[in-house]
């Protein structure tokens, strides 16, 4: 049997009101958990509504500081193991240091220099955020709808207000 493809129901409001008119509609007659629905509004929107509390898009630092840490253990613990492994390499009070610090220094080091390039590297928005920066009104998206759903959430968007209603 196969899984219902889950879907993302979005639409612009031009009001606060409206919104909150369609959240207490989604929740209270839809059983859709508050949890479930985002409102979004641009940092351009965010001049007109909700008193210029739009959080801005920040940098993607923690991804590339885990996978530069990822990349500078498997680099230290390779050269690690190839200093142990092949002969002639033997220097006297190396040995322990690269067996215990050798692979914990390639961490480290692999997390500053993931995340100092990660601070230089600015998210971009994906899926229905991007839709966000189409307009400068309000936007707000229904997550993890059943596709069979996606029609009456779509309806209960447009009987309050919202315009350019889109299920993705």
């Known amino acids: 049997m196969a899984r219902e493809r889950r879907v993302s ?6 009001t606060e009101e409206k919104v909150e008119r369609a959240l207490l509609e989604l929740t209270s007659t839809y059983g859709i958990p508050r949890d479930l629905v985002e409102v979004l509004v641009s940092q351009r929107a965010s001049q007109r509504f909700y008193g210029r509390r739009a959080l801005a898009l920040g940098s993607q630092s923690f991804g590339f500081a885990a996978a530069g840490a990822i990349i500078g253990l498997l680099v230290a613990t390779a050269l ?89």
């Open 80 to 168: 690690s193991f190839e200093l142990i492994l092949f002969p002639g390499r033997d220097l006297p009070g190396v040995l322990p240091f690269v067996q215990l610090l050798g692979p914990n220094i390639g961490l480290l080091l692999g997390a500053v220099v993931g995340a100092l390039v990660g601070l230089f590297v600015k998210k971009k928005p994906r899926g229905p955020y991007r839709r966000v920066l189409e307009r400068d009104e309000i936007l707000l998206v229904v997550h993890g709808r059943f596709a069979s759903e996606a029609p009456a959430v779509e309806d209960a968007l447009h009987r309050t207000g919202a315009a350019d209603v889109q299920s993705r």
């Open 9 to 14: 129901v979005s639409g612009f409001y031009d």
